[in-house]
């Protein structure tokens, strides 16, 4: 299934490194998603966006800021990261944020030394 | 603020054995409720929602699940489970306003013994 596509798929960055996680949705939606998916605990939802307006920023820290460019592509830009960010972030989107369901990319796994 | 409770965090049963993942949520509006599964090495997959047409839905694979809203429950269940079911289950919440936000249980892990 390749609906939802995310690159790098690991990443391995040091603390002081900046770098960026790219997702693309093929499915024609208007709505794209951030979530966090950590060893034992639920995913957390990052950020939201909707015809590329950010609608939600769910209290994520500033070293973690997302673009969105256009309806297809969103971005996760990452600096000075801490090592407890380590975890892996997954991509959504939906055909809008009210009654669209959810497809999700296979994630990028993120390594903070 | 919503919440997502799985009560079991990891199951394990044999082939042919009946399934039933516990799913409750806290909030008092209208929902749309969904169950995700996550096999070894691949991504989230859809297996089932509801979106507050007949509370009996049928999913994927053999999946269904039930909407208690006295209960707030949507628990999953199969009647019959196969070695390849073996996964992550997760069950989402989603209020019927235009945020698009998702709340996620902690995720249930079933083990399908051969």
């Known amino acids: 299934e390749t609906g939802v596509t995310q690159t790098p798929r690991h990443l391995v960055m040091g603390m002081t490194n900046k770098k960026s996680l790219k997702c693309e949705q093929h499915l024609g939606h208007n709505a794209m998603y951030w979530y966090k998916q950590s060893a034992k605990k639920p995913l957390e939802l990052m950020f939201v966006?909707?015809?590329?307006?950010?609608?939600e920023n769910n209290s994520v820290p500033s070293r973690f800021s997302p673009e969105c460019p256009n309806s297809s592509h969103l971005f996760l830009h990452l600096h000075t990261l801490q090592p407890e960010d380590s975890a892996l972030y997954l991509c959504?989107?939906?055909?809008?944020?009210?009654?669209?369901?959810?497809?999700f990319g296979p994630g990028t796994r993120l390594l903070v030394l | 603020a919503q919440s997502v409770s799985q009560h079991n965090h990891h199951v394990i049963l044999s082939e042919a054995a009946s399934l039933e993942l516990g799913c409750n949520y806290s909030?008092?509006?209208?929902?749309?409720l969904f169950w995700y599964v996550q096999y070894p090495g691949q991504h989230l997959q859809l297996l089932l929602k509801y979106f507050s047409e007949d509370p009996l839905v049928k999913g994927i694979k053999g999946f269904e699940a039930e909407f208690i809203k006295s209960k707030f429950s949507f628990n999953l269940r199969k009647p019959s489970v196969q070695w390849s079911d073996t996964a992550e289950y997760f069950c989402a919440v989603k209020s019927s306003g235009n945020t698009g936000k998702l709340i996620f249980g902690q995720g249930t892990t079933l083990q399908v013994k051969p």
């Open positions: 909030y008092g509006g209208t929902v749309n």
């Open positions: 959504a989107s939906s055909q809008d944020t009210g009654k669209g369901t959810q497809y």
């Open positions: 966006y909707n015809f590329k307006e950010q609608t």
